[in-house]
Nanobody, 125 residues
Framework: QVQLVESGGGLVQAGGSLRLSCAAS????????MGWFRQAPGKEREFLAT???????????YYADSVKGRFTISRDNAKNMVYLQMDRLKPEDTATYYC???????????????WGQGTQVTVSS
């Protein structure tokens, strides 16, 4: 498994931006799939984005429709880091955000076997 630690959450006004970071350790990073999910109080966990290795230097990114065009996932394999750049934030983006790692990417989370502790994002109107 991979140990994951998220950071970068906080309070931001609607329309603002935040960048979440996730530090990973414990496994060869470049080949593992990474994802971001969130969960708001009283709601189910929601898929946001994944990045997965396509061989060589190719990585694929996949986004939920709800965040496509506003959120960007990226990774720095040299630093074992994955990021989620969030722009044009809305109050409905308020949630706890989780980083996940696993052998394959999926939008249900079932293929991710490592999860971080979460970081809170609050968007005020």
């Amino acid at each position: 498994q991979v140990q994951l630690v998220e950071s970068g959450g906080g309070l931001v006004q609607a329309g603002g931006s935040l960048r979440l970071s996730c530090a990973a350790s414990g496994r060869t990073f470049r080949s593992i799939a990474m994802g971001w999910f969130r969960q708001a109080p009283g709601k189910e966990r929601e898929f946001l984005a994944t990045t997965s290795w396509g061989g060589g230097s190719t990585y694929y990114a996949y986004y939920a429709d709800s965040v496509k065009g506003r959120f960007t996932i990226s990774r720095d394999n040299a630093k074992n880091m994955v990021y989620l750049q969030m722009d044009r934030l809305k109050p409905e983006d308020t949630a706890t955000y989780y980083c996940a790692a696993g052998p394959r990417a999926d939008n249900k989370g079932s293929n991710f076997d490592s999860w971080g502790q979460g970081t809170q994002v609050t968007v005020s109107s």
